[in-house]
Nanobody, 126 residues
Framework: QVQLVNSGGGLVQPGGSLRLSCAASGRTLDYYAIGWFRQAPGKEREGVSCISGTDSTTHYLDSAKGRFTISRDNAKHTVYLQMNNLQPEDTAVYYC???????????????????WGQGTRVTVAS
């Protein structure tokens, strides 16, 4: 079992930044592909970014490219999503998810992940 804890959300003004964290409780995230997803009120969940288990591959939602960066700190068993230039349309609950994978592959499709964090709310408003 992998228990994921999300943190880092909050209220930020348009143009601001937040860094979300996805920490594994009591274990390493080495060789786990990690995805970040979000769900806005009244909308379906969408994949925002992912990083492969080998850290060699990352993917981003088109609207996140150039603004969001996914990274991993294996020593801290944590994956981060740095979000810059946030806009009101980024408002959502953000979740991280993990799937054991030693490949150079990751997916922004939620069905490919086994373990999920509890989510952290991001609100972008002036």
């Amino acid at each position: 079992q992998v228990q994921l804890v999300n943190s880092g959300g909050g209220l930020v003004q348009p143009g601001g930044s937040l860094r979300l964290s996805c920490a594994a409780s009591g274990r390493t995230l080495d060789y786990y592909a990690i995805g970040w997803f979000r769900q806005a009120p009244g909308k379906e969940r969408e994949g925002v970014s992912c990083i492969s288990g080998t850290d060699s591959t990352t993917h981003y939602l088109d609207s996140a490219k150039g603004r969001f960066t996914i990274s991993r700190d294996n020593a801290k068993h944590t994956v981060y999503l740095q979000m810059n230039n946030l806009q009101p349309e980024d408002t959502a609950v953000y979740y991280c998810a993990a799937a054991l994978s030693e490949s150079d592959y990751c997916s922004n499709y939620g069905g490919e992940y086994e373990y999920w964090g509890q989510g952290t709310r991001v609100t972008v408003a002036s």
